[in-house]
Nanobody
């Protein structure tokens, strides 16, 4: 009943930029934190950036100063602006959201399908 749909991945040269979007839809009462994770081949999934409903943000040290997370609460959408991309940023990027649904009321963790980001050197 709740779906996260990501867009914006692709192939870019080192030093370039990409903007990822993730829109939540369905039977949503409210959304608490939203975030982006990534998983490179042979590695564990890791947190890239997160943002609370109030706008507080948290970033992985490896992306601080290069990536910016933001959200539009009216659109139930979270964005990740990625600048100065490096080959080591290559991964599948996943959107995550902590969503409260009703009937019965409960908070669930939802994931998007993932979008590939490839940075060439």
């Amino acid at each position: 009943q709740v779906q996260l749909v990501e867009s914006g991945g692709g192939l870019v040269q080192a030093g370039g930029s990409l903007r990822l979007s993730c829109a939540a839809s369905g039977s949503i009462f409210s959304i608490n934190s939203m975030g982006w994770y990534r998983q490179a081949p042979g590695k564990q999934r890791e947190l890239v950036a997160a943002i609370t409903s109030g706008g507080s943000t948290n970033y992985a040290d490896s992306v601080k100063g290069r990536f910016t997370i933001s959200r539009d609460n009216a659109k139930n959408t979270v964005y990740l602006q990625m600048n100065s991309l490096k080959p080591e940023d290559t991964a599948v990027y996943y959107c995550n959201a902590q969503i409260i649904v009703l009937d019965p009321p409960y908070e669930y963790s939802y994931w998007g399908q993932g979008t590939q980001v490839t940075v060439s050197s």
